[in-house]
């Protein structure tokens, strides 16, 4: 069986200050924070920084299986 939706969305993202990074998104009833977490660590294996983090909460309607970290690889 397939499982459709479990792996992570990312999108390459510019910061304020001019730095770069990516925006994860594991929304979905199949997927959860840890999704974030694995796909952070495997774009930036010497490690990250969590810029932000959105977690839906639970019972707002489409919003509550939202999650999001915006992530900055450090060297």
Known sequence: ????????????????NGTTG?????SGVQRS??????KARELCPGGYETVSR????PGSGPYQYQRLISIRCTP
Do not use: H, K, Q, W
């Open 1 to 16: 069986m397939l499982l459709a939706g479990c792996s992570a969305n990312v999108r390459p993202t510019t910061f304020p």
């Open 54 to 57: 959105v977690i839906g909460t």
């Open 22 to 26: 990516y925006s994860i998104g594991c």
């Open 33 to 38: 924070m840890a999704d974030c977490e694995a």
